[in-house]
């Protein structure tokens, strides 16, 4: 449902590009500014809750570029750190399962921001606006789980016996993503802007978790692997839910759902430059 309103916003405010169109042009300026907040994902360990007790701290960096009053260009990095454990779910199958990850992540994005309200820096009456955003971002990500205090990269750890005959081939570092969300800004004097931003990044991937399909059998685990402890990683539940005492062929995740991303996070910018007649408005 928050994903429906935000799309919804976000087509609305689309509207606001050809009033801004019409606009009398103005002198287009930039920004650069930092960004820090939290992170957190929805997936397969944490299919549920926005606001868990799992939150990461995150920062970044941006450029922007103001086309005009209404809309504006960003180019951001930013680096993120989500993770989940299986043991903060009120569902017992889900406590039973016990996995847990961690990832840490780089992001680079190209966003399109859509004021609602005309919004310039500098300028009296025009310094705050609620906008909405979208764009086009590149991520590279590195699950890892944690077992007995120490931390392993499952990415080639194959814990679905990715690669093995019969098998999906396996998952890579990089992936895109669409971001997507809402904010506030507020400029304060000449040069300064303070925003203050939530964004959800829908990606194609299931793994960033490294939880998707369905167990295999450990033994086949650990020879894709080459490693003994895969089979260990690959299935930690607490009880086999299997008829046979095991859990091989039953689902480990739902590969029907994608993974997502979130960032929430303050952005300090400062203005880049000058009004267009060299002094400032």
């Known amino acids: 449902m928050l994903r429906s309103l935000l799309i919804s916003l976000f087509i609305s405010a689309l509207a606001l590009v050809d009033e801004s169109a019409a606009q009398k042009p103005v002198d287009p300026y930039g920004e650069i500014g930092i960004t820090a907040g939290y992170s957190y994902y929805i997936g397969d360990i944490n299919p549920y809750k926005h606001l868990g007790p799992r939150k990461k701290f995150a920062f970044g960096g941006l450029y922007r570029f103001n086309l005009t009053k209404r809309h504006a260009v960003r180019l951001h990095a930013k680096r993120l750190h989500v993770e989940a454990y299986d043991s903060d779910n009120e569902d017992p199958d889900l406590v039973n399962r016990n996995l847990n990850f961690r990832n840490k992540m780089t992001e680079l994005a190209m966003i399109l921001e859509i004021n609602f309200y005309e919004y310039r820096l500098g300028r009296i009456g025009t310094g705050f606006t609620p906008y909405v955003f979208g764009g086009l971002a590149y991520f590279n990500m590195n699950p890892e789980?944690?077992?007995?205090?120490?931390?392993?990269?499952?990415?080639?750890?194959?814990?679905?016996?990715?690669g093995a005959t019969g098998y999906d081939d396996p998952y890579g570092r990089g992936h895109l993503a669409i971001p997507f969300g809402l904010g506030l800004k507020a400029?304060?004097?000449k040069r300064l802007a303070l925003n203050l931003e939530w964004g959800i990044r829908r990606t194609w991937t299931d793994?960033?978790?490294d939880v998707?399909?369905?167990?295999?059998d450990p033994s086949l685990v650990r020879d894709?692997?080459?490693?003994?402890l895969a089979a260990e990683l690959a299935d930690r539940s607490l009880e086999p839910m299997g008829p046979d005492g095991s859990n091989i062929g039953l689902l480990r995740g739902n590969p029907e759902n994608r993974d997502w991303y979130i960032y929430t996070g303050l952005i300090l910018s400062v203005r880049l430059g000058e009004d267009g007649n060299g002094c400032w408005k």
């Open 212 to 216: 998707s399909g369905q167990y295999a």
């Open 187 to 189: 400029g304060f004097g």
């Open 145 to 162: 789980a944690e077992l007995d205090g120490a931390y392993y990269e499952l990415i080639d750890i194959h814990t679905e016996a990715q």
């Open 207 to 209: 793994y960033i978790d």
């Open 224 to 228: 894709n692997a080459g490693l003994e």
